[in-house]
């Protein structure tokens, strides 16, 4: 699939400034940009490739496919006689009030994103051409697996957009099929505290949304969600990394994975980019445009842990998720009134008169974890 479809850059060189100064932050616009990038020409998707539905998440759809003449997984041997995996998915855009075009999503995280990382870091994305009549079958047959429930309820009625004439090739980071392997993903979210947090606070950011949408939940009869508290990603106890590991989404391997989460130079990066990228919170609100989106993206993506079955093989992380995070649509006034709530309420403070103990680093002791048996491959 790489060999025909591929079109990947030169790896870039790390980036270790100070993004503002590396990347000048201009109009609040991105229109601009895809006038560059339409004058090029673009590889088109095959004619008969086969899409699978593969997940979807508010915004867009990623599908598996194959065409007539591939079938297998692209897997290719380097001159040292190692294994590569070149294999690829299609994301395809929803139709949505706050959508931004592919052609534009690709110019900001070229310009933006990709230089604060090593390509090996991220989950590569380049435009490929629609055929005709691509899309109009994939939501033909997304109204089909509605019929069957096949599809997420929670998804019913939003479909793609007929007007974007690009997909998105992204790097495959799920198990070849009958490897053994598997993945592990999650969101780093907020690896530093908001900066419009009280200086007291007993709760990070992520860690007080959570509580104050879990109280909500509570309120409206729905179940709670529970999750790690994101600075024990980047603690230097291996033990916090263990304990996130706990909730994360994945399969076998999980002290593997913890290992190989402390200290991750992937992570450790991250987080030095939330530092630079710091355009949140209330103050953040009067930033520029750009900026904002920048930190915000930041503070959203996934990362994508590929572990292999065989314990001699190295594990493989990349970042995904990176589409600017832009404030349109109503996000920006919802960002404001969300800080202004978790301030205000106490849930920063661990105040509100509804919480109980947290999973969050900051309020110091936490409860033990129950020890369950697993498999560690």
């Not at 009280?198 to 949304?209: E, F, I, N, V």
């Not at 990603?233 to 391997?253: C, K, P």
């Not at 930033?287 to 920048?294: K, Q, V």
């Not at 093989?313 to 990176?322: I, S």
Request: net charge positive; aromatic share 8%.
């Amino acid at each position: 699939m790489q060999r025909n479809l591929g079109m990947k850059k030169q790896g870039a060189k790390p980036w270790r400034g100070n993004l503002i100064g590396a990347v000048p932050l201009k109009s609040e616009s991105t229109t601009s940009q895809t006038t560059s990038i339409t004058s090029h020409t673009f590889r088109e998707l095959f004619p008969r490739a086969r899409p699978f539905y593969l997940a979807e998440g508010g915004a867009n759809i990623v599908y598996k496919f194959t065409t007539q003449n591939e079938h297998a997984p692209s897997i290719t041997t380097n001159g040292g006689g190692q294994q590569r995996d070149n294999r690829k998915l299609l994301r395809l855009r929803k139709q949505i009030k706050s959508a931004t075009s592919y052609a534009d999503t690709v110019n900001n995280f070229d310009s933006y994103i990709k230089p604060m990382f090593d390509n090996h870091e991220l989950v590569d994305q380049e435009l490929v051409r629609l055929p005709k009549g691509f899309i109009a079958y994939c939501n033909k047959q997304l109204r089909v697996d509605e019929a069957r429930n096949l599809r997420p309820k929670e998804r019913y009625g939003v479909y793609l957009s007929t007007k974007e004439p690009f997909g998105l090739m992204i790097t495959d980071m799920t198990p070849v099929t009958g490897s053994g392997g598997c993945l592990w993903e999650f969101k780093p979210k907020w690896l530093l505290q908001s900066p419009s947090a009280p200086p007291d606070a007993k709760r990070c950011r992520t860690c007080a949304l959570r509580e104050m949408k879990n109280f909500n939940a509570r309120n409206a009869g729905n179940s709670e969600k529970q999750s790690f508290c994101p600075l024990d990603l980047v603690s230097d106890n291996f033990e916090d990394v263990l304990r996130a590991t706990r909730f994360i989404r994945g399969g076998h391997g999980r002290k593997r994975v913890a290992a190989f989460l402390h200290r991750n130079s992937t992570l450790l990066r991250l987080q030095e980019c939330q530092r630079q990228m710091n355009a949140v919170g209330l103050p953040g609100l009067q930033a520029n445009f750009r900026e904002r989106a920048i930190s915000m993206t930041l503070r959203d993506c996934t990362m994508f842990v590929k572990v292999p079955l065989d314990e001699l093989q190295p594990l493989e992380a990349r970042l995904g998720d990176l589409d600017f995070k832009s404030g349109i649509g109503g996000k920006l006034q919802y960002w404001r009134e969300t800080e202004s709530r978790l301030i205000e309420d106490g849930w920063y403070s661990a105040t509100h008169p509804d919480q109980k103990s947290s999973e969050c680093s900051l309020q110091g002791s936490r409860a033990d974890f129950p020890t369950f048996a697993e498999r560690e491959t």
